[in-house]
């Protein structure tokens, strides 16, 4: 995930940091009480679809990717049947059928979208609260 970017300047792998972190302060800031420890793990895995989608080779990536993220992680890692759906839903509402369904699913829902806005807009560390794993 480290070796594919994700928006502007920011790869897969800090890009899910980020969800990860903006995850845990929504969670907290809005009192949600989702579990941190499924929050997380969710949230780190919900673009875990492990390919360039720059190169082309992926045309309908913004439908599909999140089924492919969901079949990875359950491929490599011991999730749950509500964490497998929470990133199976995260691009709604693109994916129109794909409504999150639980809190956690909520969530990293809007995360990802704000993430994905901020990185997109401001390139790799904005000062918009954003960090990378490098320390950047
Ligand atoms: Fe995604
Ligand atoms: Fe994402």
């Not at 790869?11 to 302060?25: E, G, I, K, P, Q």
Request: hydrophobic share 35%; proline share 3%.
């Amino acid at each position: 995930m480290k070796d594919f970017t994700q928006h502007g300047n920011t790869t897969t792998f800090d890009h899910c940091v980020n969800v990860a972190r903006t995850s845990y302060r929504i969670n907290h800031a809005l009192h949600l009480h989702a579990d941190d420890k499924d929050l997380i793990l969710t949230a780190l895995l919900h673009d875990y679809f492990l390919y360039d989608w720059h190169d082309h080779s992926h045309p309908l990536h913004g439908y599909t990717h999140a089924d492919t993220a969901a079949d990875n992680a359950v491929r490599d890692f011991p999730l749950d049947t509500e964490e497998e759906k929470a990133i199976r839903s995260h691009m709604w509402p693109l994916n129109i059928s794909r409504i999150p369904s639980s809190r956690i699913a909520w969530i990293i829902s809007a995360a990802d979208k704000i993430c994905s806005a901020k990185e997109t807009l401001s390139g790799r560390h904005s000062g918009m609260g954003l960090k990378t794993t490098d320390g950047k």
